[in-house]
């Protein structure tokens, strides 16, 4: 098994499908304008497949698209069908803003996706409209039905909190995915990319969340599916659903973190913070064998070192405290979250 210099295995990789969004979330993308990765530039579905392949020999088992908004890359429900032939990879899933899931939500499932992550951080029309600049917010809900009534089964909802701006929602979110039979999760706010305006200040911590939950809706002792899972579930002690924490900031999980990201122009990226990758697509076009691509995709992760929100924490304690700016890094849409 493919292992890293802290033996951590190669089990999943996250594909950006596009850079693209039709949301402009502040903590994510907040300009009006970016420079967008030329689409002669995206790998084709064709190319992702091959790599797809390659990286599930070497013991990848599952894998998410996301971006920027997948599914503004058109015809995506063609590169599900083509991922579902790719032998021993047990767990396809879609990481969307739901916006275009009413449309959507049908061909994905008949194209063989089986489960499905929306981002939903709030329930209120005006502060939607702060969140991502956009006024989606019917359009989102009705998305989400949509995927519940084509089956999707189990739907999880992505809740990132930020101090003073949607943590008063907290509870009424969970009502909401507890009444819908929805699987909340809430994710702390990172300090990804370049452009947010992080700083520690605007994180709501995954144990003052589920204190708040608690005293409303008692929880359960906690815990990890799997020990490389980034979420920490806990259910209600009243068995009406459960809700899940990613909390990469104050509870950091690079210990067993076995996830490598393709971005849309083909690089492989072994952490969310990474300021570079290696560029997969020019040898994939200058017509670099399997053996030869399988090869590279090797040597980079048996050389992985990355601790990113480790060493993020450990500044964070100590008495220099931690700068977000300390070095570039690739864009979350660009990576893929
Ligand atoms: N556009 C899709 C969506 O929003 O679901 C997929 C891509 S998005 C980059 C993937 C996930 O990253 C979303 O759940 C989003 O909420 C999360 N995310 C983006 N910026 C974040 C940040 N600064 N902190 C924590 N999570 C973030
Ligand atoms: Fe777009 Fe998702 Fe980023 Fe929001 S979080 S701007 S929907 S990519
Ligand atoms: Fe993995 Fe990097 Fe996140 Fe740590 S910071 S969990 S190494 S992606």
């Not at 970016?34 to 064709?46: K, N, Q, T």
């Not at 005006?126 to 991502?132: I, N, Q, V």
């Not at 009502?175 to 990804?192: A, K, N």
């Not at 993020?312 to 100590?318: F, G």
Request: charged letters at 30%.
């Amino acid at each position: 098994m493919l292992a890293d210099i802290y033996h951590r295995e190669l089990r999943d990789l996250r594909i950006s499908v596009t850079d693209r969004c039709n949301f402009r979330c502040t903590y994510c993308m907040p300009f009006d304008e970016y420079v967008w990765i030329d689409r002669e530039e995206l790998l084709s579905f064709e190319e992702i497949t091959r790599l797809t392949r390659l990286f599930v020999q070497l013991g990848v088992r599952k894998v998410r698209l996301t971006g920027g908004e997948p599914l503004l890359r058109s015809q995506l429900e063609s590169l599900i069908t083509q991922l579902c032939e790719v032998p021993e990879l047990s767990d396809i899933c879609l990481t969307t803003n739901a916006s275009r899931l009413v449309e959507k939500a049908a061909p994905l499932r008949a194209a063989g996706l089986s489960r499905i992550n929306i981002s939903l951080d709030t329930l209120d029309a005006d502060k939607f409209k702060r969140m991502t600049k956009r006024e989606d917010l019917p359009k989102v809900l009705n998305g989400i039905f949509a995927a519940k009534a084509s089956g999707f089964e189990p739907i999880k909802i992505n809740m990132v909190v930020e101090r003073g701006i949607n943590d008063e929602e907290i509870i009424s979110m969970v009502e909401f995915c507890r009444e819908h039979e929805f699987s909340l999760r809430f994710i702390e706010y990172m300090d990804v990319g370049n452009a947010n305006a992080w700083s520690s200040s605007k994180i709501v911590s995954k144990k003052e969340i589920l204190e708040r939950i608690h005293a409303v809706y008692p929880t359960e002792d906690g815990d990890r599916e799997k020990i490389s899972d980034p979420a920490i579930q806990f259910a209600f002690s009243d068995r009406r659903g459960d809700i899940g924490f990613i909390a990469s900031v104050t509870e950091p999980f690079c210990t067993n973190c076995t996830r490598a990201r393709l971005t849309a122009d083909g690089k492989l990226v072994t952490c969310l913070f990474s300021n570079d990758g290696l560029d997969l697509k020019t040898l994939l076009r200058g017509g670099a064998t399997d053996d030869a691509l399988t090869e590279v995709i090797t040597s980079v992760w048996s050389k992985r070192s990355d601790r990113y929100s480790d060493e993020r924490l450990e500044a964070m304690n100590s008495s220099e405290g931690y700068n977000p700016r300390r070095q570039k890094k690739i864009e979350m849409i660009t990576l893929g979250g």
